[in-house]
């Protein structure tokens, strides 16, 4: 629970960017952190955690990432834990799994890393290779059973989810999954749902971008799936859509003081959605995010006024 002076001194950090708007301060002080059950076990995670991609990844191959130990402090210092990862987001595994370790809480986080070996127009992928990169990840992450290992971007299922596959019965890795941010990959995407034991999904979602509510999350709730909810901002797109607008008073009503939550929450307010996952390198923004996981979601004609609010907003 975030307490007033903790949240004091989180923007502080964060240079004081973050206005302390009462109704954030009162949510994050009740403690009432939303989590979500993991369907195959009904493990209970926070709805808000870490990407790793874009702004985190710069930050990872510069000298100092002192930001981005501030940043996860600041995820397991107020109630988050899922930490979403990838070998090809260049130095982020690796040096977020060393920021963790000195942080002595390499067991607070639930690790989601990925797996993919295959070449970029769907080439086959090595075995040896593939099991290499694994090794890495459990080298850098340090646990001895890696919390979730997804493929990436659907590459070479039958070799690499058969690894994984091998892995999760070992007790080596806890739950297994696939990814895709690619609409044109859906329908591959729900094959692999329908055919395989996997425990969880990564798709792309956003409130301008709903493609994947239509297909992919309602299976993902008919098949008892989990799903973590990737480029929730569009990558930039949605922040470039509302540079200059206010946040509709009407949303202080479910608790989106910003556009950071209204966007989250809207996300969030989908069953099927397990964990959304924004990336970012800055501590005040962490903060920011987290708040959308506390106080209330809109219901569902609040959602089709939000998807109103942007439609109306000029294009990116």
Request: proline residues 5%; contains cysteine.
């Amino acid at each position: 629970m975030l307490t007033r002076r903790e949240y004091l001194k989180y923007t502080a950090l964060a240079g004081g960017t973050l206005a302390l708007h009462p109704g954030l301060l009162q949510a994050f002080e009740s403690g009432d952190l939303i989590t979500r059950a993991i369907p195959s076990t009904g493990e209970k995670v926070p709805l808000v955690g870490l990407g790793s991609s874009a702004t985190f990844s710069s930050v990872a191959r510069s000298e100092d990432v002192s930001a981005l130990r501030d940043v996860m402090n600041t995820l397991l210092k107020n109630g988050g834990t899922i930490f979403d990862t990838a070998p090809s987001y260049g130095a982020s595994e690796e040096v977020a799994g060393g920021i963790v370790q000195e942080l002595d809480a390499t067991e607070k986080v639930f690790w989601a890393t990925k797996l993919n070996v295959a070449g970029r127009g769907g080439g086959s992928a090595d075995p040896d290779r593939a099991r290499a990169q694994i090794e890495n990840s459990f080298r850098y992450i340090g646990k001895n059973s890696i919390d979730l290992i997804q493929v990436h971007n659907l590459g070479d299922i039958p070799t690499q989810l058969g690894i994984l596959k091998e892995l999760k019965q070992e007790g080596r890795v806890r739950y297994i999954g696939v990814t895709s941010t690619r609409s044109s990959r859906y329908a591959d995407l729900a094959r692999v749902m329908r055919d395989e034991p996997i425990d969880f999904i990564g798709v792309d979602y956003a409130v301008d971008n709903r493609e994947s509510a239509e297909m992919i999350l309602p299976l993902a709730q008919e098949k008892g799936i989990a799903t973590l909810i990737y480029v929730p901002f569009g990558r930039r797109r949605l922040w470039a859509r509302v540079r200059g607008q206010a946040v509709p008073e009407w949303a202080q009503e479910f608790g989106a003081n910003t556009w950071a939550q209204f966007f989250i929450k809207y996300i969030a307010a989908n069953p099927a959605v397990t964990c959304v996952t924004p990336a970012t390198s800055k501590p005040k923004n962490m903060l920011d995010n987290l708040g959308a996981a506390y106080g209330e979601l809109p219901d569902e004609a609040t959602r089709r006024r939000m998807e109103q609010v942007v439609e109306a907003l000029p294009s990116a």
